[in-house]
């Protein structure tokens, strides 16, 4: 069975920092291209960050370039993101995704919340 789970998410005061993690299994985890995508409230899905299989090479939107760093360690079967500089507009759940050829699954999703 394949599960995709994230965690991290919480209620974080603009200028903070969280670390969301997605913890796989039932897949080859190191083959997929690991994404994350958020969904902010009445809005639609927003794409956040890549990260290909193997590690080498990330993306990101423009929205959190330079604030969000993208990370995946095959080993344990889970990628990160690290978010610093939060800000209110990065409030949304965000979902984590893996994808290869025509395979594409997705977590649950983690709610972050930036507010004072």
């Known amino acids: 069975e394949v599960q995709l789970v994230e965690s991290g998410g919480g209620l974080v005061q603009p200028g903070g920092s969280l670390r969301l993690s997605c913890a796989t299994s039932?897949?080859?985890?190191?083959?997929?291209?690991m994404s994350w995508v958020r969904q902010a409230p009445g809005k639609g899905l927003e794409w956040v960050s890549t990260?290909?299989?193997?590690?080498?090479?990330?993306s990101y939107a423009d929205s959190v370039k330079g604030r969000f760093t993208i990370s995946r360690d095959n080993a344990k079967n889970t990628v990160y993101l690290q978010m610093n500089s939060l800000k209110p507009e990065d409030t949304a759940v965000y979902y984590c995704n893996a994808q290869k050829l025509q395979s594409f699954y997705w977590g649950q999703g983690t709610q972050v919340t930036v507010s004072s």
């Open positions: 039932g897949f080859t985890f190191s083959s997929y291209t």
């Open positions: 990260i290909h299989s193997g590690g080498g090479s990330t």
